[in-house]
């Protein structure tokens, strides 16, 4: 569960940042203020998570989440 969050996370983080670069002119300024700060933070928790999921998989010892 931890490692869809944390993909889930990353796939916003990676909109959140597109939108930012392609709103138009008057509102450019204000959506960068806020988009910006929202992927950075969207992305940490994302990879926090993916590799918080990804080392209780490695590390358990379940086998159903092994190859």
């Known amino acids: ?23 138009g002119f008057p509102n450019a300024a204000a959506a960068q203020e806020i988009l910006f ?4 933070v969207l992305a940490i928790s994302g990879l926090i998570l993916l590799t918080w999921g990804i ?8 086998k159903a989440t092994k190859d």
């Open 55 to 62: 080392a209780a998989a490695e590390f358990s010892g379940n």
């Open 1 to 23: 569960m931890r490692m869809i969050s944390g993909s889930i996370l990353l796939l916003a983080a990676e909109e959140a940042f597109a939108n930012s670069l392609s709103i």
């Open 37 to 40: 700060p929202a992927s950075l």
